[in-house]
């Protein structure tokens, strides 16, 4: 595998990239750690493709998806009194590229190994998750007692203001 470099396209434009290499492309549809691969490969080493190269493929581990920064759009119109200001934040997704392969190989076990692996730490994390909201249902049983409590004092702080309600009316019907 002599295959030094790759130029693939993704999200309209085109990248070279050899094994290793961190790069930043538009947004994929896909979770950090998943195994993401790019099909429509140019160029792979000496061999340039018409338009693409037959078999050949990339394959790269999905690092992390953010925002850029700001990008500021000021539009001004002069002496019109014309001011606009908007902001935009593009979404990337940085990708680790793991391999370059042609002639219709696959992406390695390693590669996948790791998509694994991820997963099963997403599954371990739910779980903790699931004690954390039988302790939260076991937490406001506790907390309902108080609230009869609470519900027998405002029953007989209502009758209070009722009697003390009329004395108000009367005041108003003085003062008029």
């Known amino acids: 595998m002599n295959m030094t470099f790759a130029v693939i396209k993704t999200g309209g434009k085109q990248y070279k990239v050899a094994a290793n290499d961190v790069i930043k492309i538009e947004k994929l549809e896909a979770e950090a750690g998943d195994i993401v691969t790019f099909d429509q490969v140019l ?5 340039i493709g018409a338009p693409l190269v037959e078999g050949a493929l990339v394959a790269a581990e999905l690092v992390e998806t953010k925002k850029q920064k700001t990008v500021i759009i000021f539009k ?6 014309s001011r606009r200001r908007n902001g935009h934040r593009q979404l990337l997704t940085t990708v680790r590229i793991t391999e370059i392969l042609t002639g219709g ?14 997963e099963a730490v997403a599954e371990k994390a739910p779980a903790k998750k699931a004690t954390n909201a039988e302790a939260a249902a076991d937490a406001p049983a506790k907390k309902a007692a108080p609230k009869k409590a609470a519900a027998a004092k405002e029953d007989t702080a209502a009758e209070k203001p009722a009697k003390k309600a009329p004395a108000k009316k009367a005041d108003k019907a003085d003062k008029e």
């Open 105 to 118: 190989a696959k992406p390695t076990i390693k590669a996948a190994a790791k998509a694994e692996k991820t």
């Open 43 to 47: 160029m792979v080493g000496d061999t």
């Open 76 to 81: 001004k119109r002069r002496r019109h009194n």
